[in-house]
């Protein structure tokens, strides 16, 4: 297995590219510090313009960072942000990359997820990932089902497809690390039926007991299934009625990554695919709230306009 610091120098030189006097700006928080700093040496050997950043930790996955962070994001060349709390679905991070800037978040990334996801061949990761976006954003109508009872019908016509393919060298590019991923948002008020989330939920964990999601026109209106479903709850209620939105249909495509509990890679793992709640603004949609979880489901079959291209957790 790879060290932290092998990690790191993948990141900064092979997934950003990273360049002599670039501008870099590295932003940690208190749990993300010794990773943030492997990073921001390694960003620094290379001659970049290195900046580390420390910020409070967020109270929740897509909570903005202070504005000087935003600003200081829209001025760099490269950003990277391993915090804990997710910044991928903020609108710093959108600005960031409207204005030129290209980057990578590693939200919640522990030193055994770097070591082991990112020595993942990323050739195919990519393929599969161009791949399975294309697919999304031909497609209309999606039909989700699972032998532990998610059935759920979304529309995605006029949504574009988004590949996660860990190489970040366009300006304004952006992606997740560890990355394999295609993901899209449906649209607004399509969504109906049963979603059983039984890998694990973001805020929540690795679950012990399935949740189980009613949703109507596109929104969770009743969540059941013990201690952890009223965790979510209650994660759900500070934010109002957009937290349940239904924000994301994405598909796994990473088959290093393994469910952990925590989403990062939870959400990449092959052979799942995951359903996100809340915010979708910054990749495509129309909800902004300041909460975004993903919902991971194992072994589903999954249909687009009647045909099949995932059955039991098997790409078709």
Known sequence: MASLIDAARIIVK????????EKVVVIAD???????????EEAKKIGSEAIFLEIIERSNHGEEPPLPVAELMKSCDVFIAPTSKSLSHTKARKEANKAGCRGATLPGITEDIMKRTLTADYEMIKERSLNYSKILDNGSEVTITTKSGTEINMSIKGRKGHPDTGIYTERGSFGNLPAGEA?????????NGVIVVDGAMAGVG??????KLVVENGYVT??????????????????????RNIAELGIGTNDKATITGNV??????????????????TFGGNVQVDSHLDGIINKPTVKIDGKVIMKDGQFV
């Open 14 to 21: 092979d997934c950003l590219q990273v360049k002599k006097d």
């Open 30 to 40: 208190k749990p993300s510090r010794k990773i943030s700093r492997t990073i921001w």
């Open 222 to 243: 009743d969540i059941s299934g013990g201690h952890e479903a009223e965790i979510l709850k209650k994660l759900l209620d500070k934010h109002g009625k957009e937290a």
């Open 206 to 211: 690795i679950l012990k007991e399935p949740i």
């Open 183 to 191: 993901y899209i948002a449906p649209v607004e008020g399509t969504s």
């Open 264 to 281: 990062l890679e939870d959400e990449k793992v092959m052979g799942t695919i995951h359903i996100a709640i809340g915010d979708n603004s």
